[in-house]
T-cell receptor, first 112, second 112 residues
C-alpha cells in the first residue's frame, strides 16, 4: 500500500507570495492533518480534515488555510508569506480517530 | 487542554548502553500517548502507542514505554542502543478532541 505523499518536496518563495502544498493520504484514510515543524517551535498542529470537513484547528493566523477533496487529498495554502513561515510542513493521514497516524516526508518551504 | 513536556532536548549515550527518553504530559481527562521517531530528512514514524490496557507498551526496533498515570509520564526505553537509533524522538498526546499535540523532541546521539 502506498504511503502518504506530499508535493512538492522542496519549495522556495519570496515574502508576500502565496503557496499551495499538496498531500495524498494512504488509500482508505479519511483524516488528513497538517503540521509545521521548525527548530524553535518544534511540531505545531495546523489543522485536521475529516471527510472534507475541518475537524480541528491549531493556533495559526488566517493566512494558513486548507481544504480536503472528496478523494481525501488535501491542500494547504499559505498567503502573504513571511520569513517565519520557512519550515518543514508535514502531512499525516489516519483511518479514524484512534488509529495510527502515518506521516509523509514533508515539504520543505524556504521563504526569502 | 493537553500538553507534553520532553525533559531533555538532547541525550548522548554510548552504543550498546541503555537509554531512557523522558516524557511528561498534562491532561485532566484520559488520553492516548504516542512516541514517534524522525530520522534525518524524513517524516515521522510511529514507534509505539498507548490507548488502554497494559501500562507497558512494546514497539518497533526494541523500544518500549511505560504509562504511569500517577506521575503522568510515558518514558521511552531501550536496553541497548545501536548507531542506527540516532534520530529525533517525539512524545505526543491526544485527548477527546482527537487533536495530537507533540513535545518539542529529544535528539538521541549515539556515541561510538
Amino acid at each position: 500500500k502506498a504511503g502518504v505523499t506530499q508535493t512538492p518536496r522542496y519549495l522556495i518563495k519570496t515574502r508576500g507570495q502565496q503557496v499551495t502544498l499538496s498531500c495524498s493520504p494512504i488509500s482508505g484514510h479519511r483524516s488528513v492533518s497538517w503540521y509545521q515543524q521548525t527548530p524553535g517551535q518544534g511540531l505545531q498542529f495546523l489543522f485536521e480534515y475529516f471527510s472534507e470537513t475541518q475537524r480541528n484547528k491549531g493556533n495559526f493566523p488566517g493566512r494558513f488555510s486548507g481544504r480536503q477533496f472528496s478523494n481525501s487529498r488535501s491542500e494547504m495554502n499559505v498567503s502573504t508569506l513571511e520569513l517565519g513561515d520557512s519550515a518543514l510542513y508535514l502531512c499525516a493521514s489516519r483511518r479514524g480517530s484512534t488509529d495510527t497516524q502515518y506521516f509523509g516526508p514533508g515539504t520543505r518551504l524556504t521563504v526569502l | 487542554a493537553q500538553s507534553v513536556t520532553q525533559l531533555d532536548s538532547q541525550v548522548p549515550v554510548f552504543e550498546e548502553a541503555p537509554v531512557e527518553l523522558r516524557c511528561n504530559y498534562s491532561s485532566s481527562v484520559s488520553v492516548y500517548l504516542f512516541w514517534y521517531v524522525q530520522y534525518p530528512n524524513q517524516g515521522l514514524q510511529l514507534l509505539l502507542k498507548y490507548l488502554s490496557g497494559s501500562t507497558l507498551v512494546k514497539g518497533i526496533n526494541g523500544f518500549e514505554a511505560e504509562f504511569n498515570k500517577s506521575q503522568t509520564s510515558f518514558h521511552l526505553r531501550k536496553p541497548s542502543v545501536h548507531i542506527s537509533d540516532t534520530a529525533e524522538y517525539f512524545c505526543a498526546v491526544s485527548g477527546p478532541d482527537d487533536k495530537i499535540i507533540f513535545g518539542k523532541g529529544t535528539r538521541l546521539h549515539i556515541l561510538p
